[in-house]
């Protein structure tokens, strides 16, 4: 993103941009209150003088408070405590008073928001101390730094309103390793960011352009403001505080970055700012003090982040067990899958690692299960475990069958919906692996399209694999891995059978049978079952809504005995629906699908699959960035909901 100080076209190609943001909840957003309108709208005027200013904040006991203690705080080298309003506007200055009682009462407004994943008190305090971080940062480099100071207060004001409206999109965010920063995630997946949304917002109250843009560019790079611009750029400041820990891992590698740039310039000391900002913050009130100091904190993040980093930098091409590591191909919140190669067979494999940081006896022991029940099933369509082991610096990982294939989810996101004939073909091989898993009075608990693969194998078009089997129980009462997510909700909500969104301990094997008919339907229409905005509305739904028919939900040709088998699988009491996947798979077998999936038709989309492969291969060869994929306008777009849920 291009910096507030390269040149008044940026700007106003940046502000234009802004205002033309489009987002569907900013009717929801806070609106300042009359009195501080009022003044803003006196202060725009040329000829307005500071006493005819200060009459209007001496009406407001709680806009003189603010005043005051800012002046008091804010500018250096006073004499005396200021106690006049006048006087504090004289100080201060028209612009800058604007600012202070914007920002006061857009934080009042915003602090009566409730959100489950920013609790009030960590929010405050993290925000004040990215504000006086800002600010000393501002003061180190020669900037301004009273509008470091509250461009800093102010750019992440909205999350608590952002996180409480998208509770499922961030709280996926925060248990997924997946993304680089929550900026890149919000961007995927909303379009949008928070910061793009909160400097609209300043636009609309009135705040300067300068101040806006400070936090429109927050999450810029502040190495490469550092590096592009001889004279600093204001948003340096800000950028820079937007680095420090907080409750929603912003950037997570930002502790690291900000000792990396002591390297690039020399005047950056972190930790002589983080010590002042420790002393301010204790000097400021006890509320705001964190019990563990600043510089502590980033003592150890910069451990950790160093190990991590390190960890990281060799991990691929080491060897685990047998296998040495290609390339990695998934990461999340609890570990990586890598492309590896056995290294006497040389046959491909996938190898799956525990993350170093999140290992804990539980962690290890739902690891150990995973692998322990998965290599006890030998169903075709059921992923092969090839090896297990731990390295001697304590990695546990695990090998298995490295499908070439893509997952049923992403088969809708690229082609969109399926015919009733190819969907018929995925149920029957799945519920086939599934049928054995029940047999050893094991239940999957986690059906959904990302864990459902399909492939060419052996001139068989749309192979099943059933992967992932790290949420499994047992039906017979026996103990697991002791893991105590087994007692509450778990699952991924868009698929989740309503006695698991119930979180029963009763769970028998018909959960599944639910789960995969959502999955069918999903297959049908390119919609989930539900849908919503939290994971207890959908959950709820799950429990108490009826779900719509196939061929009401979507313009669709089904076949209607497909229809009503998937409606019976999707009843809330479980035994309303089939007895056993065996007899699921019976069901299925009989019927005439309305638009056949033959072998051949397999066959031809596999080769055509395969030749658009080679296309966009040679196509990136002579463009790197050409697009390699377009979705359908019926394909479902991720919403967060489809991720794994442990409560």
């Not at 570990?335 to 940081?357: Q, S």
Request: charged content about 20%; some cysteine; hydrophobic content about 40%.
């Amino acid at each position: 993103m291009t910096s507030v100080t390269t040149g008044n076209s940026n700007e106003q190609q940046l502000l234009t941009r802004l205002r033309n943001l489009q987002w569907s909840g900013e009717s929801q957003l806070p609106l300042p209150p009359q009195s501080v309108i009022d003044f803003s709208a006196r202060a725009r005027q040329p000829d307005v003088t500071v006493r005819e200013l200060s009459e209007v904040v001496e009406c407001e006991p709680a806009l003189t408070a603010e005043l005051l203690r800012n002046v008091n705080s804010c500018v250096r080298g006073l004499r005396q405590k200021v106690d006049s309003v006048q006087q504090a506007i004289a100080l201060l200055g028209i612009p800058n008073s604007t600012t202070i009682l914007l920002t006061s009462a857009l934080s009042n407004a915003v602090q009566r928001v409730e959100s489950p994943l920013v609790p009030a008190a960590d929010f405050r305090r993290e925000t004040v101390e990215r504000a006086i971080f800002a600010r000393e940062v501002a003061r180190h480099m020669g900037l301004n730094a009273t509008v470091a100071y509250t461009a800093a207060m102010l750019q992440d004001i909205l999350l608590p309103v952002l996180t409480r409206r998208h509770q499922v999109d961030y709280h996926e965010y925060l248990h997924q390793g997946e993304y680089e920063s929550l900026a890149a995630f919000e961007k995927l997946r909303f379009g949008w960011t928070h910061a793009e949304i909160t400097a609209k917002t300043l636009l609309n109250w009135g705040f300067s352009n300068t101040l806006a843009l400070a936090v429109l560019q927050h999450h810029d790079s502040p190495e490469q403001l550092l590096v592009d611009h001889d004279e600093l750029p204001l948003g340096f400041a800000v950028s820079c505080s937007a680095l420090l820990m907080d409750v929603l891992r912003q950037s997570p590698d930002g502790v690291t970055r900000l000792v990396d740039l002591h390297a690039i310039n020399q005047r950056f000391h972190v930790m002589e700012i983080a010590t002042f900002v420790d002393q301010s913050v204790k000097e400021l009130s006890n509320t705001l003090h964190n019990p563990v100091s600043l510089v502590h904190r980033l003592q150890n993040a910069m451990l950790n982040q160093l190990d991590q980093r390190r960890r990281q930098v060799v991990i691929t091409g080491r060897q685990f067990g047998s296998y040495v590591l290609e390339e990695k191909m998934k990461e999340s919140s609890m570990g990586a899958i890598f492309k590896a190669r056995h290294i006497h067979l040389r046959r491909p494999a996938a190898v799956k690692i525990l993350r170093a940081d999140r290992t804990t006896s539980a962690s290890i022991a739902q690891f150990e299960q995973e692998v322990q029940l998965t290599s006890r099933l030998n169903h075709p369509n059921t992923v092969r475990i090839f090896d297990f082991g731990r390295t001697p610096d304590d990695l546990f990982f695990y090998a298995m069958e490295l499908v070439d294939g893509m997952t049923l989810a992403d088969l809708v996101k690229t082609h969109g919906r399926l015919s009733d004939g190819r969907v018929l073909n995925l149920l029957q091989q799945t519920c086939g692996s599934l049928a054995e898993a029940h047999d050893l009075n094991l239940i999957h608990r986690d059906i959904k399209p990302e864990n459902i693969m399909i492939s060419l194998r052996a001139n068989r078009p749309d192979h099943v694999t059933l992967l992932d089997f790290g949420l499994v129980t047992s039906s017979a009462g026996e103990q697991t891995s002791g893991n105590e997510s087994v007692r509450g909700v778990v699952g991924t909500p868009l698929y989740m059978s309503p006695e698991a969104a119930q979180g029963r301990e009763n769970i028998c094997s018909r959960s599944d049978l639910y789960s995969i008919a959502a999955v069918g339907y999903f297959l049908l229409t390119g919609t989930p079952v539900f849908t919503g905005n939290s994971v207890m509305d959908v959950l709820q739904q799950h429990m108490r809504s009826t779900p719509i028919p196939p061929t009401e939900r979507a313009d669709v040709r089904v076949a209607p005995e497909l229809e009503r088998i998937l409606m019976r699988c999707l009843q809330k009491d479980p035994v309303d629906r089939p007895r056993s996947a065996l007899e699921l798979v019976e069901a299925l077998s009989q019927i005439v699908p309305v638009n056949p999936w033959k072998t051949e038709d397999g066959l031809r989309w596999w080769r055509d699959q395969s030749q658009l492969k080679e296309d966009q291969a040679a196509s990136a060869v002579e463009n790197p960035l050409a697009s390699t994929m377009v979705t359908p306008n019926n394909a479902s777009s991720s919403s967060g909901l489809e991720r794994t849920l442990h409560v």
